[in-house]
């Protein structure tokens, strides 16, 4: 028995792997560093689970959404294969900005780790434009106007815009080459890029280690000093420990912790629901992927004059902020106590981010038509004008943008919180003609006086609905 | 550049040296690890020991010139570095001397065979390093650059003249309102899906030929706006832009008005120009 294993172990080859990659000592890290083996659990789990959907999946595009259902409603397990897919890949990103903040905040990318966060900022971007394409692949009305927005923000890039539009769409119309192309970026480029990286990349942390205790402690003037800290801590006994299994079990419990919560996002929440198949005619109403609510949030808050240059910017900076990180911050403290003002920022970045993500969620700047007129409050009594006012409200799009009592689209001001309230008069004249300076549609001219009349009362009485339903 | 002169000045004597401070420091290292008992201590002595029996040279002979003499030492040390330090001072000191002096020679290959400085070696190394550069370049670009020629190609051939396509009878769009209108792409080409497109067409005022056709993308990100008849408005479903019936953005980020198509009226047909707006618009 002994014998077989020694012949294995030498023919091929184990004991260098085991030498070198297992059984080295390393400083100590805490189970909380473990989010660069939850990324690399739930980079496996996505090349297990695409493989399996690759199987099914058909990327031509008059076939593709309807293979998607396929493998949703009748395939054996598909909607566990699929669901598993969508969650891993929506916590990839949380753990990618997991894994980056943490990195900024400990000063990670110090010396002479720099190859190893230039390589990191690679992967950072492709995983996030993997999970972009992954969301296309649906074909479904949210992809063709996810595809859509993306053309338009590349068409704004100066001078060579036209031409990464078209090589985006991979010619003149969106159509079913585009689709083609996403399936090629998503099934073989990014994820051959994504791995030869991310072997890279732990190549370069075997070889050049991961921030520790010591260095978070002190001042590391160079990478001499760094080395010669790093040898003493992961030789000490308390300092030290070996990479297998104590770090790998610590890091391995953090990865299984995360590939729980997708398994059971995927039980409880299940597969994301598909919109109608892709088309350009219908009239609808997409959103992005959860993940990329922050930057429509961020877009919709601008000011109009920056939003269309800042779309195109904000990737292009991020990308060269993030680049040139390690050239720039040179100094020699690292960890987070000797550097208050990098956690200041990273938590105020967080705050951010949630805040846009919520923002977006709630999307309290849409407008959009709504056939249903306004509820009223339990045991009011509406007049028969007012009542015939109720729904003149809808008929007229008035609650596209208008909010009774808190309910419905918020554009334009709530009429249940108007203050001062206003006369009938007041209201009459402010929808036949609106200020100038007010973003609402002037009716006079195209209402009918017994609409107008009607309308008005209801809105008039609408001022004593409570603030909210 | 000194290490090159310096062996070929006399490389044998060059090799006798590092081997004899090689031994030393092997020597040292076996020492200061001795007085710990540990098991993983003795098997990095007892790597040491094989190492010293298979690279160092025996009396009156040089030192075999081998790349695995180098990985070796190189194993040997790391494993010595791994180990937790031995708990004397003096062992500890000598441990860390007999280490530095053993790095250098990971550094220089000290055991250079003899055949590998003949003259004329560099020339022709130098020779086959240029030729393998140059053979590499060619066949990657050979490769390459049709490769990317082709993913390109969509920026390259590029469609040209105007493209009009019947958006419906001119006369069955009622005055005054606006109505969406669904057009065919007609790519031309092998797909078969995504084959029409909607549009809107606004017949103003009450002349015959008093038509605007807009594109349906929301002029700030291209999301497809929804028009509401009640309040005679086009809403973006992305980022709050609203505009007016007459294109003019109301609300949002949109600075610019809904984009026209350019139109006519041909036998009764109004036609639109695809081509007359940008792919993305």
Aim: proline share 8%; glycine share 8%.
């Amino acid at each position: 028995m002994n014998s077989a294993r020694d012949w294995i172990v030498d023919r091929f080859a184990l004991r260098p792997i085991y030498d070198r990659l297992l059984d080295r000592r390393v400083p100590r890290s805490p189970w909380y560093a473990g989010d660069g083996a939850a990324l690399m659990l739930l980079l496996g789990v996505q090349i297990l689970t695409g493989a399996a959907l690759s199987l099914t999946y058909s990327p031509a595009a008059d076939s593709a959404y309807a293979s998607v259902e396929h493998i949703t409603e009748a395939q054996v397990l598909g909607w566990f294969v699929r669901g598993l897919h969508y969650w891993s890949a929506g916590l990839m990103v949380v753990m990618l900005f997991y894994h980056l903040f943490r990195q900024i905040l400990l000063a990670g990318y110090k010396a002479p780790r720099e190859g190893t966060w230039l390589i990191g900022v690679l992967l950072f971007f492709a995983v996030l434009l993997m999970s972009y394409t992954g969301y296309l692949l649906r074909w479904d009305e949210r992809a063709v106007h996810g595809v859509r927005v993306t053309l338009h923000m590349l068409s704004r890039v100066p001078m060579v815009g036209e031409s990464l539009t078209l090589i985006a769409q991979r010619g003149p119309e969106l159509g079913p080459q585009t689709l083609s192309q996403l399936y090629g970026l998503h099934v073989v480029i990014l994820p051959l890029l994504i791995v030869g990286l991310t072997g890279y990349h732990l190549y370069l942390i075997v070889q050049r280690g991961t921030i520790t205790r010591a260095e978070r402690h002190q001042p590391v003037e160079t990478a001499e000093h760094q080395r010669e800290l790093y040898r003493t801590e992961k030789t000490s006994v308390r300092g030290g420990e070996h990479f297998f299994p104590e770090t790998a079990f610590k890091s391995g419990l953090m990865a299984t912790l995360v590939l729980t919560a997708a398994i059971a996002l995927t039980m409880f929440v299940g597969a994301p629901r598909l919109f109608p198949e892709g088309n350009l005619v219908e009239s609808s109403l997409p959103a992005e992927e959860w993940w990329f609510w922050w930057f429509s949030g961020l877009i919709a808050l601008l000011p109009p004059s920056i939003a269309p240059w800042f779309v195109v910017l904000v990737p292009i900076v991020a990308f060269t902020v993030l680049i040139l990180l390690p050239f720039v911050d040179r100094g020699p403290s690292r960890g987070v106590k000797h550097r208050p003002g990098w956690a200041f920022g990273v938590i105020l970045l967080i705050v951010a981010l949630l805040a846009l993500t919520d923002y977006r969620r709630r999307s309290p700047f849409t407008g959009w038509p709504d056939p249903a007129p306004p509820p009223i409050p339990i045991g009011v009594e509406l007049t028969e004008a007012a009542e015939r006012g109720r729904v003149a409200f809808a008929d007229l799009g008035c609650n596209s943008c208008h909010p009774v009592s808190g309910r419905g689209r918020t554009v334009g001001p709530d009429l249940a919180r108007l203050t001062p309230p206003r006369s009938r008069l007041q209201i009459e004249q402010y929808v036949l003609q609106p200020p100038v300076e007010a973003a609402m549609p002037a009716y006079a001219g195209r209402i009918s006086e017994e609409d107008l009349s009607d309308v008005v009362e209801f809105c008039h009485v609408a001022q004593t609905f409570p603030r909210r339903l | 550049m000194t290490d090159d002169s310096d062996r070929a000045v006399d490389p044998e004597a060059k090799a006798k040296r590092g081997a004899g401070v090689l031994a030393n420091a092997v020597e040292g290292v076996i020492a200061g690890l001795a007085h710990d008992a540990d098991a993983s201590v003795q098997t990095a002595v007892r790597r040491f020991r094989e190492f010293q029996a298979d690279m160092l040279p025996a009396e009156g002979r040089p030192a075999p010139g081998t790349a695995d003499g180098i990985a070796l030492l190189d194993d040997c040390l790391q494993d010595v570095e791994a180990l937790p330090r031995p708990a004397e001072p003096a062992a500890q000191l000598r441990l860390k001397d007999a280490v530095d002096r053993l790095r250098p020679f990971l550094k220089v290959n000290a055991f250079a065979a003899p055949e590998e400085m003949e003259p004329g070696h560099r020339t022709r190394r130098l020779l086959l390093k240029g030729l393998l550069g140059l053979l590499g370049a060619t066949l990657s670009g050979v490769v390459a650059i049709p490769t990317l020629v082709a993913a390109i190609s969509p920026a390259i051939r590029r469609r040209t003249g105007p493209q009009w396509r019947r958006v419906g009878r001119a006369d069955a769009f009622p005055h005054g309102d606006v109505t969406k209108a669904v057009i065919p792409v007609g790519r031309g080409d092998w797909s078969r899906s995504l084959e029409e497109k909607a549009v809107y067409v606004w017949r103003r005022g009450t002349g015959d030929e008093d038509f605007v056709v807009y594109s349906r993308n929301c002029t700030d990100l291209s999301c497809p706006v929804t028009y509401d008849r009640g309040s005679a408005c086009f809403y973006c479903p992305c980022h709050g832009g609203i505009f007016a019936q007459d294109g003019r953005p109301l609300a949002g980020p949109p600075r610019v008005p809904l984009y026209r198509y350019a139109i006519r009226v041909r036998g009764g047909n109004l036609e639109l120009d695809l081509a007359s707006l940008p792919s993305v618009t």
